[in-house]
């Protein structure tokens, strides 16, 4: 393949079939929710933060894991790294306590960028107790990384603390995986929510909440 430079992916016809089968009528629920009252300023920021968006999937065998948006946050060189939830190289939701806290069994993952190729992921950093996931991918050149900002060293409950704070808006970008140039941006609120203590075991995780056919683990934005 053209490019030897990158480590593209190619699905076998097995694995397309799988992935019709799981991203069955995906398209049209997309498509079918669009998010016209976002307002310029939203839209121009997702507009910006879009080429380092990319869609991730995962297959534990021959069956489809999980779907995944992730941000890239690095490049050295060829290659990029994408930051995502550990959500997407875990076990089924069906699986025991224990085995949640290890990878699923005969892991592959591909990363879908803005180039609409697809790309070899291979799993770099992780941590359970944070639920983080760095994916790279190597390809022809690399691609531009989201301008990260960090957030507030501490977290104080008191009143006028936090410039972000539970309830405030803010819009959701990601990319689905299974369409050309389907990108994503939706508005969402930033929450602390204490299952997140049940499920992962950290009570210093926060959440976003969205409606988005775009699988776990999107970006956000301050609205």
Known sequence: MEGSSADFYEFSPSELLVLEKWFAGGKRRFIAQ???????????????????????????????LSQASGTIIE?????????????????????????????????????????ENSYVGKIHVYDFHY???????KSKSPFPCARLRNPENSFQLHPHSL??????????????????????????????????????????????TCRSPCGISPSFLRN
């Open 163 to 208: 410039k972000l704070k539970p309830g405030d808006p803010i819009v959701i970008v990601g990319k689905y995986f299974y369409c050309d140039c389907e990108f994503m941006a939706a508005s969402g609120s930033f929450s602390m929510r204490d299952g997140l203590l049940d499920d992962y075991g950290c009570g210093e995780l926060l959440s976003v």
């Open 75 to 115: 490049t050295q060189q060829n290659y990029n790294f994408v930051m995502t939830s550990l959500y997407l190289v875990r076990p089924r939701r069906s699986a025991s306590k224990s085995a949640k806290n290890r990878l699923a069994h005969n892991l592959k993952v591909v990363v879908r960028a803005s180039d």
């Open 34 to 64: 669009p998010h016209y009252h976002l307002d310029i300023d939203a839209k121009m920021a997702a507009l910006k933060i879009s080429p380092s968006i990319v869609s991730l999937i995962s297959f534990s065998g021959d069956q489809v």
């Open 131 to 137: 639920n983080i996931l760095l994916i790279k991918f």
